[in-house]
């Protein structure tokens, strides 16, 4: 079973004034126990599937004309857009990056389940090398000290600071 699980759970009309109405389908995405929501129009749809016929044979997609905007058609199209997804994830073992990135999903080089940890097999030494994945991420360096603007300071830093610089000083 893939990691990648995928549904369309509902859609929506968007009204403008500039161009015709148009549908925005909700895609839930489950990977490792993590679940976040895109929005896409039907365009996007048809635009990755241009491009994945590059690199793979994706399954068929929903037509692009749709004579009325009634929800039943719309559901038979959130439907069928929902299983070309599922369909893209199910017959593919590596899901392709332009797959990834339409359902926003950050994406590692791909290791082979059977040799994330390394092999037993001692006669290959392609298959006794570890390899090694990022496990932690910081959206800024962890060992700056804060900016003057945060609502709290970095007790930690400010307590080795002054146990280094001032030990014999008792806290307040």
């Known amino acids: 079973m893939h990691p990648v699980r995928v549904s369309i759970p509902s859609f929506r009309s968007e009204n403008s004034s500039v161009e015709k109405g148009y549908t ?3 895609i839930d995405v489950l990977m490792n126990g993590r679940q976040h929501a895109v929005e896409k129009r039907y365009s996007e749809f048809h635009a990755l599937h241009k491009m994945l016929k590059k690199t793979i044979k994706p ?3 929903p ?7 009634v929800p039943k058609v719309l559901e038979q199209r959130r439907h069928g857009l929902e299983l070309y997804l599922q369909t893209i994830i199910m017959e593919n073992e590596v899901l392709p990056k332009i797959f990834l990135d ?3 999903i950050r994406h590692f080089p791909s290791v082979p389940k059977t040799e994330s ?7 290959s030494l392609e298959s006794s090398k570890l390899s090694h994945q990022p496990v932690m991420l910081f959206l800024r360096d962890p ?5 003057g603007h945060d609502e709290f300071s970095n007790v930690v830093i400010e307590g080795v600071v002054h146990g280094v610089y001032y ?3 008792q806290p307040r």
């Open 24 to 26: 925005v389908f909700k």
């Open 59 to 61: 399954p068929e997609i």
């Open 63 to 69: 037509s692009k004309h749709v004579r009325n905007w």
């Open 102 to 104: 339409f359902l926003n």
């Open 117 to 123: 940890c390394g092999s037993f097999d001692t006669e």
């Open 143 to 147: 060992y700056l000290l804060p900016a």
């Open 167 to 169: 030990p014999d000083l």
